[in-house]
């Protein structure tokens, strides 16, 4: 009898599928909290928040087909120095800003004006900044 092994996948391979299990587990961890931000610090309606983080998705597809292409028109490496020396030059475009979006208070639906009140411990005789 013939005895048939298999090729074990190569290193390469396998520390690309356990990189891609940790970005599916640390996305599937920072989704929630993004839409506690986005309901809490910037005060967006449910709504809005669903259609950002659903078009996330559509958008990370989308990148996927252009990021492919582009793979194949420059070359993987060519591709991932100009990313990487990309990401930096985008940084000195703003250098006032601290990376993210800056914090706003809540509003109160009914007017449009900052809420006051117990948030910003007002009961406890601290005052809204």
Do not use: W, Y
Request: with cysteine.
């Amino acid at each position: 009898m013939t005895d048939i092994t298999t090729a074990s996948p190569p290193v390469l391979a396998r520390v690309l599928i356990v990189g891609s299990g940790i970005m599916s587990l640390a996305n599937s961890v920072t989704v929630p909290f993004l839409a506690v931000f986005l309901r809490k610090e910037l005060g967006l309606q449910p709504g809005m928040i669903g259609f950002i983080i659903g078009s996330s998705v559509f958008f990370s597809i989308f990148a996927g087909f252009v990021g492919g292409s582009l793979s194949d028109l420059l070359g993987r490496t060519r591709l991932l120095l100009i990313s990487l020396l990309h990401v930096p030059r985008c940084r000195l475009v703003r250098p006032g800003q601290r990376g993210h979006l800056p914090a706003r208070r809540p509003t109160d639906p009914r007017t449009g004006r900052p809420r006051t009140g117990t948030h910003c411990g007002a009961a406890e005789g601290g005052a809204c900044r």
